[in-house]
């Protein structure tokens, strides 16, 4: 007769989670891509000592980012990525690169800097521009994973039909980035199945979280309930707009739903604490400016481009946000914002030659 | 007064808006249209406007009687450069619309005046017609150390070709800003836009220019450029006046011009949101214009 006490009673193990850290790359948007090599150096080492698997080092846009458009980075890329290599002792180094503006002569020189996994970034419905860079990348060795850049404007169907074009391509696993910070739960979680309905076993899916509207963590879990292996986070929130899901975050709720993620919950904590939070100018925040881009949709990295271009034509930074969501711009238009500055500039001064009476 | 003959091969979406454009000039006359298939409706719309054509490739061509005096390549790199020295040979100047690459790269406005006699020119690419006349413009004036580009065009005007190498494009344009515009360095960005209904092509250019210089001579060459290229592209505009921007540590304690330019195209028969087909496929019969106007005249 079997008792009570001889059935032992196993927790079923749940999958785990992968975190990429990206606060070295998508936080250097909020540091207007200035970070110094020993700023790099000392993030990776923690980030390394607290068991995140996978470490982004880049330009806030990618390789090759450095740019009148996007701003001039103050360390070149291949640098810092040969530094964050160099110091890394476990984790891997990950490169982002944006088709059109990155190239595979970017990728190759990363590789030889000791990069090892190449994140492939397009505009949701443009996937089919990234083929060239996967077939260089899977030829050089490298991990890959594709980015669908602000995944909220294309349907779950036309995200899965764009991820197979980049697994096909030689993707490994395909993330649905919500870039804008738009998506609320249920847009997160149909779009997470959409693509893993569609790629089944043949890669992995992952998802990109901000903050804009709060949602960043809670869109992760969701994504991982519906199958997601992958998410990304930044140490304090560190990334554009209002930032993305925080990695101390995210390691602290996965650990309390019983899911693996390898990141010690109190090193992440640590690292954010004593070594992210004293060289941060500005943390991000939900601010007026970024929750507009999350209600309309805007790319997030846009936010300090309007906030100096309205400083520069004086107009609110908030207004030219909006503007960018109604005209549909995607990731790398930032040029886009001045021209918008430009033009509501010129509609207040002929709004106020009408005041004043002048035809 | 005498046309010179011209063929276009390739009866795709750019070398039927090219024929549209060439057939509008009182200095080429597009006698043919090949192609590779029999089935091609570029051929049979070319048939429609009464021009002969052939699906029997540049084979059929070189073996006619008579010969072109210009031919436009609107086919693949690939293809070109198979091509290209059987037409030198035949004594046909080619004017190449592919990312080919083998004669030198020609921007109407800037530097044709040299290569009008070259027997092969390469048009380069649409970002890099729309905006390195305006790179040219500032470094008539001042020394440019850097200048940085970027295209954003619709979804729908973006072609397998470019979407399958769109490196390509990167590479070959920032090359041009060197070669062309005269910039120390150069670099190009290109964006895709699906957004409905489709947004017509714009482009902005960067000019990193001294810390002190004279903006006034700066813009005026900019807007005497941008009136150049309006002759051949009427919908290439302006949509402010260039910016100034105050030098900065971070741009090597130089100064920087912005112009942010929009292209709306002829809609002769592509669609006028696709700019930067317009713009290559004008430059390009600009360029058959002026070589023709060049040998009628030299035989005058």
């Given at each position: 007769m079997t008792t009570v006490s001889d059935i032992v009673v196993e927790e079923p193990t749940k999958d785990s989670i992968r975190i990429t850290d990206s606060t070295l790359r998508d936080g250097s948007h909020a540091m207007a891509h200035r970070f110094s090599e020993e700023q790099v150096r000392s993030i990776v080492h923690a980030l390394d000592m607290s068991g995140v698997e996978v470490i982004e080092v880049t330009h806030g846009d990618g390789l090759g980012g450095s740019s009148f458009n996007y701003g001039f980075s103050l360390v070149d890329d291949i640098k810092l990525v040969a530094a964050a290599v160099d110091e890394a002792k476990r984790a891997r180094i990950a490169v982002l690169m944006l088709p059109g503006l990155g190239t595979v002569r970017d990728l190759k020189q990363a590789h030889a800097a000791g990069a090892s996994v190449a994140r492939i970034a397009t505009h949701c419905t443009e996937a089919d521009v990234s083929r060239q860079h996967f077939k260089a990348a899977r030829e050089l060795g490298m991990e890959t994973v594709g980015f669908l850049m602000?995944?909220?404007?294309?349907?779950p169907s036309k995200l899965a039909e764009q991820a197979r074009i980049m697994v096909d391509a030689g993707a490994e696993c395909v993330y649905v980035v919500d870039s804008a910070g738009a998506m609320i739960l249920g847009d997160a979680q149909e779009r997470v199945q959409s693509v893993i309905n569609e790629i089944g076993r043949d890669a992995q899916v992952g998802f990109h979280g901000h903050q804009n509207l709060s949602m960043g963590v809670a869109n992760s879990v969701l994504a991982y309930q519906a199958g997601a292996r992958q998410v990304d986070g930044a140490l304090l929130a560190l990334g554009a707009g209002a930032g993305n899901s925080p990695t101390e975050v995210l390691a602290a709720t996965f650990e309390k739903l019983g899911v693996p993620t390898g990141v010690d919950v109190q090193a992440a904590l640590a690292a954010a604490e004593e070594i992210v939070r004293p060289m941060v100018p500005r943390i991000p925040r939900m601010d007026r400016s970024s929750i507009v881009q999350g209600y309309a949709g805007v790319y997030s990295s846009f936010l300090l481009h309007a906030e100096r271009a309205g400083e520069r034509y004086g107009v609110p930074a908030h207004e030219i946000l909006q503007r960018v969501g109604a005209a549909g711009y995607v990731g790398g238009q930032e040029d886009m914002i001045i021209d918008i500055a430009l033009q509501i500039a010129q509609e207040r001064d002929m709004g106020d030659l009408a005041a004043a009476g002048v035809r | 007064m005498t046309k010179a003959t011209a063929a276009i091969v390739g009866p795709g979406n750019i070398g039927t808006d090219l024929l549209a454009k060439l057939q509008a000039s009182e200095n080429v006359e597009v006698r043919w249209m090949i192609g590779v298939d029999p089935e091609s409706d570029g051929l049979a719309r070319a048939r429609a406007r009464g021009v002969e054509t052939s699906h029997e490739g540049v084979d059929w061509l070189l073996a006619q009687d008579e010969l072109p005096d210009l031919v436009f390549e609107a086919t693949s790199a690939y293809a070109h450069r198979a091509n290209a020295p059987r037409f030198e040979e035949a004594g046909i100047q080619a004017i190449d619309l592919t990312p080919a690459a083998i004669g030198p790269f020609v921007c109407p406005p800037v530097n044709l005046d040299v290569n009008v006699s070259a027997m092969n020119v390469n048009m380069i690419t649409c970002g890099g017609q729309a905006t390195i006349p305006i790179v040219s413009a500032v470094s008539s004036i001042v020394p440019v150390e850097y200048a940085e580009i970027v295209a954003s065009i619709s979804s729908r005007s973006a072609g397998p070709g470019t979407r399958a190498n769109i490196d390509e494009f990167t590479e070959t344009t920032s090359r041009a800003i060197e070669v062309v515009g005269k910039a120390t360095r150069g670099k190009a960005i290109i964006i895709l836009n699906p957004v409905e209904p489709p947004m017509i092509m714009r482009d902005t250019v960067f000019c990193s220019i001294p810390a002190d210089c004279d903006h006034d001579a700066i813009a005026a060459s900019i807007h005497d450029m941008v009136a150049r290229v309006q002759e051949y592209v009427p919908g290439y505009t302006l949509r402010a006046d260039p910016q100034f921007d105050d030098p900065r540590e971070i741009w090597n304690g130089h100064a920087r011009v912005a112009v942010f330019l929009e292209v709306l195209g002829a809609g002769d028969y592509l669609p006028t949101y696709a700019g930067n087909l317009d713009i290559i496929t004008a430059a390009a019969a600009r360029v058959g214009d002026l070589m023709a106007l060049a040998k009628t005249g030299a035989t005058a």
């Open positions: 602000l995944s909220h404007r294309a349907t | -």
